[in-house]
């Protein structure tokens, strides 16, 4: 395999939106990539969307690729990395596994060269976060590749710890089933009026969308904005004050902590 080859280890949805959006932007080609996924009909299916090479198991021909992407689930890691020890230590590591601490993959590439990610699931449409963290022997050359490497996928935001990781899992990771949860409690709300769930739906995502967009486009705050909407004694306000009395910015904030302890546990387990 050539130096500029790249391997995925782990052929799953997010190997995948990685992957596709490398090839559709011409950043890599079908022939420089090399999947190892064990489960067959994966394999088949990353053959036939991309035209790469899938095979179920690693061997020396790793031993020549510069990038290497970690896509498996994150209680498979270590079974997935023994087999492959001899031949990862000269590569750059990406890790997309949630959990999993650096010096764990440190220990099992034989390679200091390693940055985590931490991806959401807007990445499968190229409208995600990746939070980005990498340990000292990462180059601001490779720094680089791998912000370009990610590129299809969304946006990146590096941080210089990597415990702030477990809140980039809280905030950007989970993220998208917090927002989902609203949105499920907004359709239901418009069932209650008396709306259709796809009237509801459409209402409901159309609008969180547009809000996003505009909060992304505006030099003011999420407050002010909010502010701006809400008149005294209008219905906004009526909204509001109900969501205020039953404390649920207090409960999202709890929520958010949560998911960040959990990460932190997590990360001691798979450590």
Not at 135 to 141: K, L, W
Not at 186 to 199: H, N, P
Request: proline content about 5%; charged content about 15%; glycine content about 10%.
């Amino acid at each position: 395999m050539s130096s500029e080859q790249i391997a995925f280890i782990g052929g799953g949805n997010m190997a995948g939106a990685i992957l596709g959006g490398l090839l559709r932007a011409g950043q890599v080609k079908a022939a420089d990539v090399l999947v190892i996924e064990p489960h067959a009909p994966q394999r088949d299916k990353l053959r036939a969307d991309f035209g790469i090479e899938a095979r179920p198991a690693g061997d020396a021909a790793l031993a020549g690729v510069a990038t290497v992407v970690w896509a498996v689930k994150p209680q498979l890691f270590t079974a997935a990395a023994e087999p492959l020890q001899a031949w990862l230590g000269g590569a750059l590591h990406l890790s997309v596994m949630a959990g999993i601490p650096s010096q764990a993959l440190v220990r099992l590439t034989g390679s200091e060269r390693i940055v985590r990610s931490m991806p959401n699931t807007p990445a499968l449409i190229g409208q995600g976060i990746a939070g980005l963290y990498a340990r000292p022997a990462v180059s601001a050359v490779e720094r680089a590749a791998v912000e370009h490497l990610l590129q299809p996928t969304g946006q990146t935001l590096w941080v210089e710890r990597e415990d702030d990781l477990d809140a980039v899992t809280a905030l950007s990771g989970s993220g998208p089933a917090y927002f989902f949860f609203f949105v499920e409690a907004m359709m239901a709300a418009a069932q209650d009026m008396g709306l259709s769930a796809e009237q509801g739906r459409r209402l409901a995502l159309a609008t969180c969308q547009g809000a996003a967009a505009l909060g992304l486009a505006s030099p003011e705050s999420p407050t002010t904005l909010r502010e701006r909407v809400t008149s005294k004694g209008g219905t906004t306000h009526a909204a509001i004050t109900a969501l205020q009395a039953d404390g649920v910015d207090a409960a999202i904030r709890r929520a958010v902590i949560a998911a960040q302890h959990r990460a932190a546990e997590l990360g001691k387990e798979f450590g």
